[in-house]
């Protein structure tokens, strides 16, 4: 969560550094999702993450159809269409749960039976049009991940429908795929640390710095001039991601 709110409220301006010059901070980074190279986090668009389509249902689906949809897709939530493919609602698990139990319960004599019966047959009646919630909670691709984040955060649903401008449905992202733009593994910070701050800014070998990331966390281990150590931290703890640097080097002569 610390590397979530990190990156989240990292703003700071990207400057070019060379072996001979401190690196200077600069704003926190993450893989695009289409090849674009590296992008600022505070840049970082939708469309840039977004990779799933998704199928709308017909506002007019009958709850059992749309019942056994949501159960195939496992996906807890899927958005509700018009003819045109606009968003007009939200269709939840949570919405379909109470009215499937009434179907699925067995017939009880006594008071209660004839108003199981009814509820059952206005279950049995109902559309997606009258179980879903609206309005949705849609994004456009161009929305920035940072504020899509912020959004899915307050909401109950964990996907976010993408629709263009005039609101009809293109795709869809998760919560998870969100939290993956926004904070990076421990994989790609010590890929970092390796090829663009010990072999790139400084010109060192990869052996001659040890680089372990755990959590975040980067420890260096090594043996190396003692002009170059805590340059070389400092710029290992600017890196997007990072928490903390633990230093370990060994200062030679």
Not at 42 to 57: A, H, N, Y
Request: proline share 5%.
């Amino acid at each position: 969560m610390v590397r979530y709110l990190q990156a989240m409220a990292s703003h700071s301006s990207r400057a070019a550094a060379t072996r001979d010059t401190p690196p200077a901070p600069r704003p926190a980074t993450t893989a695009s999702r289409v090849g674009h190279g590296r992008v600022p986090v505070t840049e970082l668009r939708v469309r840039d993450i977004m990779k799933r389509p998704v199928t709308g249902i017909g506002a007019d689906t009958p709850f059992l159809d749309v019942a056994r949809m949501l159960g195939r897709r496992q996906s807890g939530a899927a958005p509700v269409v018009d003819d045109e493919r606009h968003v007009i609602g939200v269709i939840a698990e949570s919405d379909l749960l109470a009215k499937a139990a009434s179907l699925a319960a067995p017939e009880r004599p006594g008071a209660l039976s004839g108003l199981r019966r009814r509820r059952a047959h206005e279950g049995e009646g109902a559309t997606a049009a009258t179980l879903m919630s609206a309005p949705a909670l849609t994004v456009q691709p161009g929305t920035l991940v940072v504020d899509a984040a912020r959004a899915a955060a307050r909401s109950r649903i964990r996907q976010v429908f993408v629709t263009d401008y005039q609101d009809r449905l293109v795709g869809v992202v998760s919560r998870s795929e969100l939290l993956q733009a926004l904070v990076r593994d421990d994989a790609e910070i010590r890929a970092e640390v390796v090829g663009r701050v010990v072999e790139g800014e400084f010109g060192l070998a990869a052996a001659d710095v040890d680089v372990r990331v755990e959590n975040g966390t980067v420890t260096l281990t090594g043996s190396l001039t003692a002009a170059l150590i805590p340059r070389l931290t400092e710029a290992v703890a600017g890196i997007a991601d990072v928490v903390e640097v633990e230093d370990h080097l060994v200062a030679t002569a």
